[in-house]
């Protein structure tokens, strides 16, 4: 993270805003735009993603950071259940939400080593 002074300079909170930008795409059009209460949620988790990251990130301290990549990676694991919903349901093919499952998946495994890499700058702060 040396040199890293904006979130938006953060390859994890790009992947999420990625993440964020598909999940919108994919939940607004066809049967599955007009369940507002599920769009609701999965948006809700996929917009969490990105905003922890950056939220976390703006507190400046690397235990508050932590914390909220946490939350974030959390969030990542709600995308990919909500997913399986969709799947369930019929309303995403197999396809497009397996596409949306590995990003959400990656996307949580990079802010997984961005956790533990704060993880170690905070244990070296001790």
Not at 68 to 95: T, W
Request: aromatic share 8%.
């Amino acid at each position: 993270m040396s040199g890293v002074t904006r979130f938006e300079d953060l390859i994890a909170w790009q992947k999420a805003r990625e993440l964020n930008r598909e999940i919108y795409a994919a939940t607004s059009t066809g049967q599955i735009s007009r369940d507002f209460s599920f769009v609701n949620q999965i948006r809700s988790a996929a917009a969490s993603v990105m905003s922890n990251i950056a939220e976390g990130f703006e507190r400046g301290g690397p235990a508050e950071f932590h914390q909220f990549l946490v939350i974030s990676k959390g969030s990542c694991g709600e995308v990919r259940s909500n997913l399986y919903i969709a799947l369930d349901v019929g309303y995403l093919s197999e396809r497009e939400s397996k596409r949306l499952g590995e990003m959400a998946e990656n996307t949580g495994k990079i802010i997984g080593a961005l956790r533990a890499s704060v993880q170690k700058r905070r244990d070296r702060r001790k």
